[in-house]
């Protein structure tokens, strides 16, 4: 007979409020392994915090997307959009998968080059381009999503004195029924200026439009949203061909699919509310193939989808430092994993869970990372039961997004571990240490 | 008044010696001389024949008949067995020749009198104007005084030793005499009396002449001969009678004309034979009487009736053949005709008008095919079930109890190809899951009428979902409505059918897809004019633009070729150099290639999906033979990874003893083979910018194992230019295609 872990006695207020439909969870989830890896074997190897992707969830993942969207469209092209994740061996994965590449610098565009990607398969976004950047995207072939007036006006310098053609494509922002509106990338649909900007590029000599691009937003819960930029741009697409006679080439949609984490200040979790693949594939299939498109003149549809299909294959290993109680009473835990790796704790509730069945009282906690800062909050609410130092967590649905804007901040970035296919590990990102950091510092000498 | 604008003496020899090798339906120069050679073994004939084939070829040339037929020789060979037979009947006489020339002339306008006659109903004349040119001649025979009768043929060694001397006659004397068997003095003697013969030498001439021309033929005519032969003995038909009248070469001429000429040779076109020539004997036996009566000979006119009887009854069959298969496009040998048609019954197994593709988008999964275990029974086996299926094979994700749980829940459904709407079912609920609705039984369906006979049916379809009614007019690849749950369907499916009648619940028809890619571990392969089974993964192919804009070989287009060749052999070496190309069309609208420094021919096929080779004239030392090769079969559409095997026709690429012992049993069994498989390796993406890369591999096989392997790397740029670079282990050959703008 095992003895019975002891837990100190707590006096909780009874708050007898109508409780949602769904009550409360009886019980805890936790998640012991990962691909069947055990979460202690894992942290043991490679220490604490430490990210983990499984590639099976991945390319599960995105052969769900695909699929959603293939046996509803005839002609669909995904690209890995670059900043929700770019470490080398996500990139890779999705390329494998047939991704193109979707990158917003000249950096990524580099790293999209070294990673194998033909320069012709990558679509080159964001405000920010430099004579040097489009020089390099205008040698590799890349698709150009032109960003604003002035963009183009360099575009055209450049191709001129280049004496080469460029692909183009224009971002276009537009009115999807939701808000905020993104209007602060592109140019605007309902005002004319998109129209005006296709005449222009129509017009240039060494410019080839073959796309239309818009990117709606970002964690878009609303499918429909999708169907009404589509059909938007659909119109676009057949006033080019009615005035030039020319059918473009593809209708870039962009990202913003949510994935499957909870948005803070969500009632409902977001594992309900979101919309699946099939939902906006569905939308958005719906709207084009319903335009008045002729069937055999189908554009080519683009996805620059990247947290939906990276952020469920992503875990954060942590490890309980401290447990503390705070002036009001209220039981506070300190991790040591905090949001200089977890960016998104500042838009989710981020789901951390234990590694094994522990007591089933829960008490409403707050959730601290390790740095000296006040804004380190990785849960300010959540319930939870109790644990000792040293006891292991989860947390899931951390793929995007954290590994790019993750912060080197007071502490050392932990190691990036894949698991493959075969379960087996594989270290895709060290742990950085004093060398990688001060190795590109300079102490000028006195 | 006779012009002859501009008749070549190329043309007129050709087909002078055409004339020859016609009489064994062969096209083949070699057999033409050893046969003029044998008609001049009794000179008067020798002359009669060349004189009427000449005035036969140049009536036609002058009177501007087509000069393709007129240099085969069709024209000129009833005219020249007139002439030979009068030649041999009477003593060499100017009163003769002018006797030939009016029969050549009356048998050539009795040629095209049969030619139009037939020619109507797909058949040949064979040699019914010689017929009746020899019965005018003949009947008018006693009339005919001034000619005197020859007596040639009697004393045949005073002939043999005007012609070669003793030595002649020795060696025809050593023949005699240790030919003694009569089956094979009769056949020799058979053989020779289509060219009026009646001594051995001329049959054992022709009989090595046909050995060398053709090994089919060869076969065929000793087949023939020896199913009569046993067929006299059986029924008991006087023997001696055949070695008299000579008689036999009837049965030789059927085996031929049937055996491999004008029907594709192979084990069912030789077991017919087997069963008609007993016909034919019967028929010669009944018209002999008869025409003894006549004072004639009943000549070939067995072989004529038999031939045109059976070619007239196959022509009258309903559905298209697979076995017996009448020859399309006559290349003038058997070996050819088999060789190539063999493969071709499996490129293109029937003519089919309608290029059905799947009714769907994306890859789906059939769950149940033709003679499924579950419904696809009996009258409806010829169906399919279509699903779609996640990594893991499931067919839902969540608990499978919803509709909306099962991937194709609400998929669309395409039109497979044109068509016209014949009815549209639209209101039938979809049943809960694990229900059928065994009332009606087919649920929501969309017929669509492709043609008078073919109908494709789409059925179980989403309530409320389809979008066509009756009468509309739909395209290939249309949304006709969505896949879902109605009438007799326990889960969401897509269930498709070919049918020949417009209504809900016709019996199916085995139709298949014009083509469609199956899913496989690594990559796709690429099926034509195929069944999908249960359980394979199929997705349509997607047209590639730069593969389908530099296969499109226009007629007029000029090609610019470099070669380029590194090899020890001086044969390899000359290839390299410039050449220049011609894409063209002929008489028959075949459309082909044609090099102008050697002449060689690529017929090739396009019907917008697939790029076929279908055959090549010339020599392997030719950069358009590996064009040929190369790109003998190359899909249109197709994705990244995928592959397409074929077989090349195996007279194309194996020469000598192999070959020569090959055609023995060629319709029986072919024991050499040629595998081409083709992987696309890089199909550039999705916007068609980015070269495409394949790989072919040509492996030669005997019986079964490898002997020879060609590896071909080609590809194909942006700007269209093609390339191609074969590497075996003679030579590496680089060729460069480019279009003249």
């Not at chain 1, 183009?168 to 808000?179: E, F, K, P």
Request: proline share 4%; aromatic share 14%; charged share 20%.
């Amino acid at each position: 007979m095992t003895k019975i872990t002891y837990e100190k006695p707590v006096i909780s207020k009874i708050t007898a409020g109508i409780p949602s439909k769904f009550g409360l969870p009886t019980r805890q989830k936790f998640i012991p392994d990962i691909d069947g890896i055990p979460v202690e074997m894992i942290m043991e190897e490679y220490g604490s915090p430490v990210f983990v992707l499984s590639e099976k969830t991945m390319r599960n993942t995105f052969a769900q997307a695909k699929q959603a969207f293939e046996t509803r469209y005839p002609k669909v092209q995904f690209a890995w959009s670059y900043k929700t994740n770019y470490l080398d061996a996500v990139c890779s994965i999705f390329h494998d998968q047939g991704a193109w590449a979707e990158v917003v610098s000249a950096f990524e565009f580099q790293k999209a080059l070294s990673l194998g990607v033909n320069g012709s398969n990558i679509l080159f976004n964001g405000p920010e381009k430099s004579e040097e950047d489009l020089k390099l995207a205008i040698e590799h072939n890349a698709c150009i999503h032109i960003d604003h007036f002035d963009e183009l006006y360099l575009l055209i310098k450049v191709t001129r004195e280049l004496d080469k053609k460029a692909r183009v494509a224009i971002r276009i922002n537009l009115d999807a029924g939701i808000y905020p509106i993104w209007d602060r990338f592109g140019f605007n649909y309902e005002n004319g200026e998109a129209w005006n900007a296709i005449n222009r590029i129509m017009l240039a000599e060494k410019l080839d439009l073959i796309g239309l691009h818009t990117h709606i937003g970002t964690y878009i819960m609303s499918a429909n949203a999708y169907a009404v930029a589509a059909s938007k741009l659909a119109n676009l697409y057949m006033a080019t061909h009615r005035k030039f006679d020319y059918w473009l080439k593809y209708i870039d949609l962009g990202g913003g699919f949510a994935s499957k984490n909870t948005l803070k200040g969500a009632y409902m979790p977001g594992t309900e509310t979101c919309p699946s693949f099939d939902e906006y594939a569905e939308a958005i299939s719906n709207a084009l193939i319903s335009s008045e498109i002729p069937h055999e003149n189908l554009p080519v549809l683009f996805l620059e989808t990247g947290r939906a299909l990276i952020d469920d294959a992503g875990y954060l290993l942590t490890t309980v430092l401290a447990n503390k109680r705070s002036t009001t009473g209220r039981r506070t835990m300190v991790i040591d994993a905090g949001v200089n790796l977890l960016f998104t704790s500042f838009w989710y509730n981020l789901g951390v869970y234990p590694t094994r069945q522990l007591s089933s009282h829960l008490e409403e906690s707050t959730i601290y990372g390790p740095l000296c800062m006040n804004i380190d909050v990785i849960r300010d609410a959540i319930n939870f039961p109790q644990v000792k130092t040293g006891e292991k967590l989860v947390i899931e649905r951390v793929g995007a997004y954290n590994m790019t804007q993750w912060m080197q901040f007071i502490t050392f970035r932990p190691n990036v571990v894949m698991i493959d296919l075969e379960r087996k590990m594989h270290i895709v990102r060290k742990k950085e240490n004093l060398d990688t950091l001060t190795s590109l510092e300079q102490n000028p000498k006195r | 008044m006779i012009t002859f604008p501009s008749i070549k003496r190329k043309e007129i020899v050709q087909s002078v010696l055409n004339s020859y090798s016609q009489v064994f339906f062969s096209g083949s120069n070699f057999l033409a001389v050893l046969l003029i050679i044998i008609s001049f073994f009794d000179y008067g004939a020798g002359i009669g024949g060349l004189l009427a084939v000449l005035v036969a070829n140049l009536l036609a040339y002058g009177l501007g008949y087509n000069k393709y037929l007129i240099s085969s020789g069709i024209y000129g060979y009833n005219a020249l067995l007139v002439g030979l037979g009068v030649g041999l009947f009477y003593q060499p006489s100017f009163e003769v020749y002018a006797l030939i020339v009016i029969a050549a002339v009356v048998t050539f306008f009795i040629t095209i009198v049969f030619q139009g006659v037939l020619g109507k109903y797909g058949l040949p004349f064979l040699s019914i104007p010689f017929l009746f040119g020899i019965w005018i001649v003949a009947l008018s025979g006693g009339d005919l005084t001034a000619l005197n009768i020859s007596e040639r043929g009697i004393f045949t060694y005073n002939e043999l030793y005007a012609l070669g001397g003793q030595h002649f006659v020795d060696f025809y004397d050593f023949l005699e005499k240790n030919i003694s068997n009569s089956f094979v003095r009769i056949y020799f003697h058979s053989l020779g009396a289509i060219f009026f013969q009646s001594h051995l030498l001329a049959g054992i001439i022709i009989a090595i002449g046909l050995l060398i021309y053709s090994r089919i033929t060869f076969v065929l005519s000793i087949l023939g001969f020896s199913v009569a032969f046993l067929f006299y003995r059986l029924v008991g038909i006087e023997f001696s009678s055949l070695g008299y009248t000579f008689i036999g070469f009837n049965y030789i001429l059927t085996a031929i004309a049937l055996g491999g000429y004008y029907l594709v040779p192979g084990r069912v076109s030789f077991g017919w034979i087997i069963l008609l020539l007993p016909a034919v004997v019967l028929i010669t036996t009944s018209t002999q009487q008869i025409f003894i009566l006549l004072r004639v000979s009943a000549y070939s006119l067995p072989f004529n009736i038999v031939v045109l009887m059976f070619l007239y009854a196959l022509k009258l069959r309903e559905k298209r053949p697979r076995k017996l298969l009448e020859t399309p496009v006559q290349l003038g040998k058997p070996e050819k005709n088999l060789y190539l048609y063999s493969g071709n019954l499996k490129r293109f197994p029937a003519a089919y008008p309608v290029s059905a593709t799947l009714p769907f988008l994306g890859e789906w999964t059939v769950s149940q095919g033709h003679s499924g275990e579950y419904t696809h029974k009996d009258a409806w086996r010829h169906a399919w079930d279509f699903v779609i299926t996640d990594r893991n094979g499931e067919q839902y994700n969540g608990s499978g109890d919803f509709h909306e749980d099962y991937y194709c829940f609400g998929k669309a459904v395409l039109a497979p190809f044109d068509g016209t709407v014949v009815e549209a079912v639209n209101h039938i609920k979809d049943n809960t899951i694990g229900d059928v609705n065994t009332k009606e039984n087919w649920g929501n369906t969309v017929i669509i009428k492709h043609n008078d006979y073919l109908y494709a049916k789409l059925s179980h379809l989403k309530y409320h979902s389809v979008e066509v009614k009756a009468g509309d007019q739909v395209k290939k690849g249309q949304l006709l409505g969505r896949c879902g749950n109605s009438g007799r369907s326990p889960y969401p499916h897509l269930h498709f059918q070919f049918q020949v009648t417009p209504y809900i619940g016709s019996v199916t028809l085995d139709y298949p897809f014009v083509n469609y890619l199956l899913k496989e571990n690594n990559g796709y392969t690429q099926k034509n004019f195929e069944f999908p089974k249960k359980d394979d993964i199929v997705v349509n192919p997607v047209k590639n633009e730069l593969l389908s804009k530099a296969l499109h070989f226009i007629p007029g287009q000029r090609m610019n070729i470099s070669v380029e060749v590194d090899s020890p052999k001086e044969k390899w070496q000359k290839m390299a150099g410039d050449f220049s190309w011609l894409v063209q069309t002929d008489v028959y609208n075949s459309t082909f290639i044609k090099c102008d420094k050697d002449q060689s021919l690529a017929y090739l096929h396009n019907n917008d999906e697939q790029h076929y080779f279908t055959n090549f004239t010339g020599t392997k030392y030719s950069p358009l033979y590996w064009f040929f090769v190369a790109l003998f079969n190359v899909p249109i559409g197709f994705l990244a990874n995928s592959r397409i095997n074929d077989s090349i026709p195996i007279n194309l690429m194996f020469t000598g003893a192999l070959k020569f012992f090959q055609d023995f049993i060629a319709p029986l069994y072919l024991f050499l083979n040629i595998d081409y498989k083709l992987v696309i390796k890089d199909a550039g993406d999705i916007l068609s910018s980015g070269d495409v890369q394949m790989k072919a591999e040509i492996n030669k096989k005997i019986l079964g194992k490898t002997v020879n392997t060609y590896e071909i790397e080609i590809k194909i740029s942006q700007e269209n230019v093609i390339q191609i670079s074969v590497n075996f282990n003679e030579a590496k050959i680089n060729i460069t295609c480019q279009n003249e703008l």
